[in-house]
């Protein structure tokens, strides 16, 4: 049974960094199209960023500012979130999906079939 959690979420000011971790269990991440998307109160899930087996893909909101990557030793995700910014704010949420290569569906959100719980980030000014 695939499963998925987040963790590392938490309170900073604005400029601040936080790194979020994605521990996965029941599969081999390096096996899968890993994404991360976020959901500010009031408004739609997006995403965020997305990695698979040799590529990784951000939304023009983070480019430059976010990192993602994953530890295959570890079956974990991470992405490092620098320059933080009051409209980073949001419950961030891990996805999976049983391809080697994401594709150009990466940023859509009915295209992974497994989620974790989400890890609240609110970045105050």
């Known amino acids: 049974q695939v499963q998925l959690v987040e963790s590392g979420g938490g309170s900073v000011k604005t400029g601040g960094s936080l790194r979020l971790s994605c521990a996965a269990s029941?599969?081999?991440?390096?096996?899968?199209?890993m994404g991360w998307f976020r959901q500010a109160p009031g408004e739609e899930r997006e995403w965020v960023s997305s990695?698979?087996?040799?590529?990784?893909r951000y939304a023009d909101s983070v480019k430059g500012r976010f990192i993602v990557s994953k530890d295959v030793a570890k079956n974990t995700l991470y992405l490092e979130m620098n320059s933080l910014k009051p409209e980073d704010t949001a419950m961030y949420y891990c996805?999976?999906?049983?391809?080697?290569?994401?594709?150009?569906?990466?940023?859509?959100?009915?295209?992974?079939?497994?989620w974790g719980q989400g890890t609240q980030v609110t970045v105050s000014s």
């Open positions: 996805a999976a999906r049983a391809l080697l290569r994401c594709g150009v569906n990466a940023p859509r959100e009915k295209y992974y079939l497994n």
């Open positions: 990695a698979d087996s040799d590529s990784t």
């Open positions: 029941g599969y081999s991440a390096s096996r899968y199209c």
